[in-house]
């Protein structure tokens, strides 16, 4: 997919979880810099665990002090913090199969909190999470491009 055609993604939705090749990382960083979404990046390639994955998340979002580090935290953090001047967020997990394979239930959990948080913000302040990967199937995540 191309910068526009993810522009136009971001922009109309209707999915918020989703997966895309990992070579749409700067076609996706562009569209959402158009669309003046943050983007997070966040790389999985030493997240072996629940709590590696907690730890990384709170790192690549700047998470505050008091996050707590166990899923509801991460739930109460992505929902009650709204982003400054409300311009939603893309966050963008990259070399996630491992850890989805590892820990297969901590993916699951993920993921749904991922979908909650956008079901959350809705339309007022868009939030996407957009998975690379070449192995769609493998994490039970909608395509949205060709792999």
């Avoid at 989703?18 to 999985?44: K, S």
């Avoid at 690549?60 to 935290?73: I, M």
């Avoid at 850890?99 to 956008?118: Q, V």
């Avoid at 868009?126 to 792999?147: E, G, K, Q, R």
Wanted: proline residues 7%; glycine residues 6%; charged residues 20%.
């Amino acid at each position: 997919m191309t910068d526009t055609e993810l522009t136009l993604l971001l922009k109309t939705g209707p999915a918020r979880l989703c997966c895309l090749a990992p070579d749409a990382q700067l076609a996706l960083e562009l569209a959402a810099t158009r669309l003046r979404l943050d983007f997070y990046p966040v790389d999985f390639g030493e997240v072996d665990s629940k709590a590696a994955c907690l730890t990384q998340l709170a790192a690549a979002l700047g998470l505050p002090d008091w996050f707590g580090h166990n899923w509801d935290a991460l739930s109460d953090a992505l929902t009650e913090l709204g982003r400054p001047g409300g311009r939603g967020m893309v966050l963008c997990l990259q070399q996630v199969e491992p850890f989805a394979c590892r820990e297969h239930p901590s993916w699951l959990t993920l993921l749904d909190i991922m979908e909650e948080t956008a079901d959350y913000w809705g339309p007022q302040q868009p939030f996407w999470c957009v998975i690379l990967s070449t192995s769609p199937a493998l994490l039970s995540v909608p395509v949205l491009a060709n792999h």
